[in-house]
């Protein structure tokens, strides 16, 4: 499971410095952007691309066959991939889960491996339908690119599978009508340290809002400072309204559903700024 304590991965010796320097380093670590993980489903295969904010572009994050390197700073989680997985290369994020295949830089890797951040980092799941259905069918899951194989509907989470020591995550919400699927919640019944989960609405939906981001100084606002998700309590009322009539049914669901099964972690609606 991943550590609770705030000694980074990798160092060690971190707790032998003075405390005046290790509130230094921590500090720089923890004040910089968070990765974000997005995963997707192609045509029966999964898609996944990692995202740098703080470089504006996609990492390079898969890692060679045999690996032996000691540490790579808070990246040193390693993540397996289960199947064929196409890895994103392009310049920008995914942030639109149906424009992915436009990215021209993309390779096929069989089970791949990636370096994370397990604390830190932000892991996006879009939701998509189930067995190769329509996108437009409301009828799907978040989780899909976590079975083995994708469309099997009796797939089990193994007991030490790298999603359970996620701390945040970011679920997509294409529609006001998606649910999650009984796998969804099972894995989300794993996630024993996961703190945070927001619900990102389509940023098409941004239009209809008063409070737009603010380009000036380089950065969106509002915007949670280590996602770059806008949050519903940061906007006025009106706004408020528009976002719960899009995603509120979804988030009165999934809140449900956690305080049925006993997941403690934050739940809210969000709009998305990544890249814009």
Wanted: glycine share 6%; aromatic share 12%; charged share 30%.
């Amino acid at each position: 499971m991943a550590d609770n304590t705030l000694q980074p991965r990798g160092f060690p010796q971190f707790t032998k410095l003075p405390p005046e320097i290790q509130l230094v380093v921590w500090g720089f670590h923890r004040d910089r952007l968070a990765r974000r993980h997005c995963f997707l489903i192609g045509i029966c295969h999964r898609v996944y691309e990692a995202f740098d904010p703080e470089k504006g572009k996609t990492v390079r994050n898969v890692l060679p066959r045999h690996d032996d390197a000691k540490s790579r700073g808070p990246y040193n989680s390693k993540i397996r991939f289960t199947g064929r997985v196409e890895i994103v290369f392009g310049k920008d994020p995914v942030a639109d889960a149906g424009k992915w295949y436009m990215h021209k830089n993309t390779r096929y890797i069989n089970a791949p491996r990636v370096s994370a951040d397990l604390d830190y980092d932000l892991f996006y799941f879009h939701h998509f339908p189930y067995h190769g259905g329509y996108l437009s069918d409301p009828i799907g899951e978040w989780f899909r690119f976590l079975r083995k194989p994708i469309n099997r509907e009796d797939s089990r989470l193994p007991a030490n599978h790298w999603i359970t020591d996620v701390r945040y995550l970011a679920l997509s919400v294409p529609r006001a009508d998606c649910r999650a699927s009984e796998w969804d919640l099972q894995v989300l019944e794993r996630l024993k340290v996961l703190k945070a989960v927001w619900l990102v609405i389509p940023y098409a939906i941004t239009s209809r809002l008063s409070l737009q981001p603010d380009k000036s100084q380089g950065i969106s606002k509002p915007f949670n400072t280590s996602t770059r998700l806008a949050e519903e309590q940061d906007y006025p009322d009106d706004d408020k309204a528009i976002l719960r009539e899009y995603g509120g049914e979804v988030e009165k669901s999934l809140r449900d559903e956690f305080k049925a099964r006993g997941i403690t972690a934050r739940l809210t609606l969000a709009v998305d700024f990544w890249g814009k």
